[in-house]
């Protein structure tokens, strides 16, 4: 157990267990948190009687709803954005640490993840959802762009899945998650405790294929057609004006949904997620995730999101610029310039590993 509480840790049989513990905040990542699962992480990797380890949430609510946003508006408000960078400097090397991380590392995906979440859960060797998951990346409600490596899931969702889900931050069903590629296993909601202590005394495959259920059908495999053709087009423009066009109810839908999201974040979001299918590695993609962060975290809208949808919670965001025809391929192309030697350095590290 942390000393302040927000990460319990502990171990039993074989298993070591990280629970975050928000709940009041849906269990919203702080720089602490952070810290916090990377001590764990270094401190079982050394540890014989430790074979695997095992991340769930505190509350009934949700494994984790993302980062401590608010923390990150007052800064980009009020400071100078040092302290939203060193939190995801991070963070992001956590996300990439339990992708690489050399035992089993079960996440247990149910309720709500989103955001951050998804970083310390979907990047995991087994991901176990349930029937009560809602998976999401939605940040472009907020005026920024999907970051912890989530677009390098995304890049790689069957046809343009992922470009739907980046651009505009729909929840995913646990059988969307299967399709998509954020999650292994469904165990259903009252089997998920019995599964987690099983994990403690037997081997993870056994304890899983115990407790496991069939994996229900994707929602968004029905909508395959529309999103494919729709999502396919070269800019954010023309994607609503197909999706206006269709016909279909669902797509129009995500068009006015889409109008609705800060259009230089929509913009910088299409290029991230097609970059991220060239890039391949999950750190190359967090290596983007951290230029892009350093520039939105200097933009208008970010703060003005957040205030939005957090802070005020009027839901009335005034962008800057308002019109996606506003928003010039040299600002989008801002997001991506090197930082030098700022650079966060996981793909070169990567490279030289």
């Known amino acids: 157990m942390t000393a302040d509480d927000s990460v319990l840790r502990h171990t039993e049989g074989h298993a070591g267990y990280l629970t975050l513990n928000r709940p009041r905040a849906l269990n919203a990542l702080t720089h602490r948190m952070v810290r916090h699962l990377d001590e764990a992480l270094t401190a079982w990797e050394q540890d014989r009687e430790v074979a695997t380890v095992v991340i769930g949430g505190s509350g009934e609510r949700g494994?984790?709803?993302?980062?401590?946003?608010?923390?990150?508006?007052?800064?980009?408000?009020?400071?100078?954005?040092?302290?939203?960078?060193?939190?995801?400097?991070?963070?992001y090397r956590l996300n990439a640490r339990i992708a690489r991380y050399p035992k089993p590392y079960v996440a247990l995906m149910d309720g709500i993840v989103m955001g951050g979440g998804v970083g310390v859960s979907a990047h995991g060797s087994v991901r176990i959802v349930t029937e009560r998951s809602r998976i999401a990346m939605p940040e472009t409600a907020i005026g920024f762009v999907p970051?912890?490596?989530?677009?390098?899931?995304?890049?790689?969702?069957?046809?343009?899945?992922?470009?739907?889900?980046?651009?505009?931050?729909?929840?995913?069903?646990?059988?969307?998650?299967?399709?998509?590629?954020?999650?292994?296993?469904?165990?259903?909601?009252?089997?998920?405790?019995?599964?987690?202590?099983?994990?403690?005394?037997?081997?993870?495959?056994?304890a899983v294929r115990r407790h496991a259920a069939a994996p229900p059908d994707a929602e968004l495999a029905a909508h395959r057609g529309w999103i494919d053709s729709c999502y396919a087009a070269d800019t954010v423009e023309e994607i609503v004006d197909r999706l206006e066009q269709s016909g279909e109810p669902a797509a129009k839908h995500a068009a006015q949904t889409l109008l609705e999201r800060s259009p230089t974040a929509l913009k910088v979001t299409l290029a991230a997620v097609r970059r991220a299918r060239q890039l391949g590695s999950?750190?190359?993609?967090?290596?983007?995730?951290?230029?892009?962060?350093?520039?939105?975290?200097?933009?208008?809208?970010?703060?003005?999101?957040?205030?939005?949808?957090?802070?005020?919670?009027?839901?009335?965001?005034?962008?800057?610029?308002?019109?996606?025809?506003?928003?010039?391929?040299?600002?989008?192309?801002?997001?991506?310039?090197?930082?030098?030697?700022?650079?966060?350095?996981?793909?070169?590290?990567?490279?030289?590993?």
Not at 81 to 88: D, I, M, N, P, Q
Not at 165 to 171: I, K, N, V
Request: aromatic share 4%; net charge negative.
């Open 147 to 206: 970051d912890v490596g989530g677009l390098h899931l995304l890049a790689g969702a069957p046809g343009e899945l992922g470009t739907h889900l980046a651009l505009t931050g729909a929840s995913m069903t646990a059988g969307d998650a299967l399709l998509c590629g954020f999650a292994d296993h469904l165990v259903p909601a009252a089997r998920l405790p019995e599964c987690a202590a099983d994990l403690a005394v037997m081997a993870v495959p056994d």
């Open 282 to 353: 999950l750190e190359r993609v967090l290596d983007q995730d951290y230029r892009v962060g350093s520039v939105a975290l200097g933009s208008a809208d970010l703060v003005e999101g957040i205030r939005a949808r957090i802070v005020d919670k009027d839901r009335d965001p005034h962008w800057s610029p308002a019109r996606l025809a506003d928003v010039t391929d040299a600002e989008v192309d801002r997001h991506f310039r090197s930082l030098g030697e700022g650079e966060l350095g996981l793909g070169a590290a990567e490279v030289t590993a």
């Open 63 to 91: 494994l984790c709803a993302g980062g401590d946003i608010r923390a990150i508006h007052d800064d980009a408000r009020e400071g100078d954005g040092t302290a939203s960078l060193a939190f995801w400097r991070d963070e």
